[in-house]
């Protein structure tokens, strides 16, 4: 049935959404004369429960969006913004693409080639199957994926031995939830649904953030906090939790490392001395740390925002360490999630296949991108981008412009739009929509794996990631067998894995027989060993002060980068998913405009009001942003929302504001950490 949805012009399909979001929904494609007219979410779905978010349920208007790329392009003016490009035949495309890598590789190596990618698509073969193998097999250099969570996950870890949290639907018993430095609403939408039912029955709802935003205002308490101190905050809620004996030792004993020396570190953390970091008030800190030591189940949703900071890895660490303090990983709902991927890890080696590769390669962080293309010796001549559009989403654009720019760097770029990073290819190719692929899902956020099968036929002449790597492999002689694999096979490979038993009742057929998505079968947490050095939950981490950080959690501030009035919070927004929809009208319309959110006295003393242009920047350049005052965000914050295309004319790229420091951990990006000045644009 399933195999032939393509054919039928007619009727309702199910899918899975594509997007890089913890919700993972379940979705039902509407189809009328061959094309998707509406998409709905899965009413079946235990988790999506027939709900999904504004920008999927106007993702038509990106499917079938006219600017969407048909065709390979080449480019025939300069690089960068003029874009002149013209068609040309996929043999052209792939016979251009492979006679300059072989030339490369045979006069510099195969490091001179840089595959850069992400999540555009979360489809494991497309993302992170055919396209490592390729890219093993030739032996470029290899990307370091730490442009989105890698801080917090490793910091995590160190407490919880991997990617392991709370089931998300049995977040419904919890009677205090904390949403930590997320934007749920956007971001999340199910686990607010789900807070909403816990809500019902007697849960109180707390938003940490630096910014008031539609998840602040969704709480029962908002605590607004300084940029950068959540991790000092977190063990203050330890001094008193400690001090007041509200902790459970039966717990902290059985199950934990450390609890004794946690219990001597905390005592600096007086509340005091927290409120004088975090700017959160004595009282608030009592308050807090009382309905915490009270409440069971308490669950804390730990979010992507905390750890885009210089200390982000740490802060993550340090959160992690609270449940255990009241031993709440033992009452159903309770606990935290940072990220579940844990579970559900499928069978990389199979999927990646590493041994393709004959001998080690440098490693790039993505972060570094521009630096990458601006000062590496021996340097990158060749990048190949794909699911990702990183002129406009990695940190300190204008060197990564800089980078693209070089006219001896010959750049590929894979996608659906032309993108900015598009603008600087010499070939673009077009990429078909996951609604025209086969792929596996996995969500990082509940426990349900998914299966997508083609719904319709790919658009004009375009290729799925996996269909154009087994192309470049065939062009480039490459007759391994796993480079020719149908994706059915890599699928199997992948969801086969003796090493997780979660999956064992998950295939490619168990898969389709269940209409496209099973939940894994997971034990509770703590019924066994966990995966950190001493298998308990480790407060204090022999590991971390191995690799030379301080082995108790632990409060570092924010790097000072200058002495610029502001910290600038470039976040995303609720219509975009990081850059994608933003070159969709409709989503844009959605939108608005990109603005700059400031505290009333802030603007007061630069002469601001409400709608005026402001003029923002540093060292590293500027953008343009409609201000918008009021009492969201603190005195010497400012909070963008969104990854905005450039129009000509406007200058919106908050990224040429961020730093490209790295994180304390996990190589991880610093967006949030950079300091900016304000003032009123003067134009002419
Ligand atoms: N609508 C929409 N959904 C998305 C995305 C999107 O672009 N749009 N992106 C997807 C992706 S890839 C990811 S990684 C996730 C990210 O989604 P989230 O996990 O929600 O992370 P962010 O939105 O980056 O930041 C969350 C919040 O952190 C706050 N914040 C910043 N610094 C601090 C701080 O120091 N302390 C505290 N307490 N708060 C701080 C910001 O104000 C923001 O409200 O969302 C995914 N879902
Ligand atoms: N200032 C600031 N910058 C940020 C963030 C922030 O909060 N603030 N968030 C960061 C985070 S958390 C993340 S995850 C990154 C995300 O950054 P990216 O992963 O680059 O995400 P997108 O901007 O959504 O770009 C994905 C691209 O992949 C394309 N695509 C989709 N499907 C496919 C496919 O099947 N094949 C191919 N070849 N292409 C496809 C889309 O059209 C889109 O252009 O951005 C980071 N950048
Ligand atoms: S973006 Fe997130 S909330 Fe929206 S449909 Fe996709 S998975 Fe669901
Ligand atoms: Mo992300």
């Known amino acids: 049935m399933r195999t032939s949805m393509i054919e039928q012009q007619q009727g309702i399909f199910p899918a899975v959404c594509p997007l890089d979001c913890p919700d993972q929904c379940g979705l039902l494609l509407h189809k009328e004369q061959g094309k998707i007219v509406k998409i709905e979410g899965d009413p079946n779905h235990p988790v999506t429960q027939g709900a999904i978010c504004n920008k999927v349920r106007n993702m038509t208007a990106r499917l079938y969006d006219e600017k969407r790329l048909q065709y390979p392009l080449k480019r025939v003016g300069p690089k960068g913004e003029e874009s002149r490009f013209e068609r040309i035949s996929w043999e052209e495309a792939l016979d251009t693409i492979t006679s300059r890598w072989k030339a490369l590789i045979a006069e510099k190596g195969a490091e001179a080639i840089l595959p850069y990618s992400f999540y555009g698509n979360m489809g494991r073969i497309g993302t992170e199957g055919m396209d490592r193998r390729f890219f093993h097999r030739m032996g470029a250099s290899r990307l370091m994926y730490a442009i989105c969570e890698s801080a917090g996950t490793e910091g995590y870890k160190y407490t919880m031995g991997g990617s392991y949290g709370t089931d998300p639907e049995d977040t419904v018993h919890a009677k205090l939830i904390i949403m930590w430095g997320i934007n749920a609403v956007s971001t999340n939408m199910h686990q607010v649904m789900l807070a909403e039912k816990a809500r019902k029955n007697g849960a109180q709802i707390i938003v940490i953030d630096a910014h008031k935003n539609q998840t602040g205002r969704w709480a029962d308490w908002f605590i607004p906090i300084l940029p950068g101190t959540d991790a000092a905050l977190a063990l203050g809620l330890m001094h008193i939790l400690f001090a007041e004996n509200r902790t459970d030792r039966a717990f902290l004993e059985q199950y934990t ?262 939940k894994a079968n997971i034990h509770p947490l703590l019924s066994g060993k966990l995966r950190t050095p001493s298998g308990k939950i480790e407060l204090f981490s022999a590991d971390m002060a191995s690799k030379g950080y301080p082995a108790l959690p632990t409060y570092i501030p924010l790097v000072e980068e200058s002495d610029l009035p502001f910290r600038f919070i470039p976040a995303p927004n609720h219509n975009f998913l990081n850059s994608t929809f933003a070159h969709n009208e409709k989503h844009v319309r959605m939108e608005k405009t990109p603005k700059l959110h400031m505290h009333e006295d802030d603007a007061a003393v630069l002469g601001l009001v409400n709608g005026d242009v402001a003029r923002v920047w540093n060292e590293r350049g500027e953008c343009e942003l409609v201000v918008v005052t009021g009492q969201d965000v603190r005195r010497g914050v400012v909070v963008s929302q969104g990854l905005w295309a450039d129009t000509p004319g406007s200058k919106t790229r908050v990224n040429v504001l961020t730093p490209d420091r790295v994180a304390d951990m996990g190589g991880g990006a610093t967006f949030f950490s950079g300091r900016v000045g304000v003032e009123k644009l003067q134009r002419g």
């Open 257 to 518: 490392v450390g609890h004794e020396e946690l219990r001597e570190h905390v005592k600096p953390y007086d509340p005091a001395s927290v409120s004088a970091i975090t700017g959160v008030p004595v009282e608030d800190i009592y308050r807090l740390a009382r309905l915490y030591g009270q409440t069971s189940p308490s669950f804390i949703r730990i979010g992507n925002g905390i750890q885009h900071h210089d200390n982000g890895g740490m802060c993550v660490r340090t959160i992690a360490c609270l449940p255990a303090l009241t031993g709440q990983w033992l009452h159903q709902g309770g606990g935290a999630i940072k990220g579940n991927g844990g579970y559900l890890e499928h069978n990389i080696a199979a999927l990646q296949r590493p041994d393709l590769r004959a001998k080690d390669a440098r490693l790039i962080n993505m972060n570094l991108l521009g630096s990458a293309l601006l000062e590496l010796d021996p340097p990158i001549h060749a990048l190949y981008v794909y699911n990702s559009n990183p002129a406009l989403v990695a940190p300190h654009a204008n060197k990564v412009q800089e980078g693209l720019l070089r006219e001896d760097l010959f750049t590929v770029v894979h996608d659906l739009f032309l993108t900015e990073t598009a603008k600087y290819a010499d070939i673009v190719l077009p990429a078909t929509s996951s609604f025209e692929n086969t792929d596996f899902y996995r969500s990082y956020w509940h426990h349900y794996v998914h299966l997508q099968q083609p719904v319709i036929s790919p658009y004009g002449e375009s290729k799925s990631n996996v269909d154009v790597f087994r192309l470049l492999a065939e062009k480039m002689g490459y007759d391994d067998e796993a480079l020719r694999d149908t994706d059915e096979a890599m699928i199997q490979q992948a969801l086969d894995h003796p090493g997780n038993p979660a999956l064992s009742d998950i295939s490619y057929v168990t898969l389709l027989e269940n209409n496209g998505f099973m």
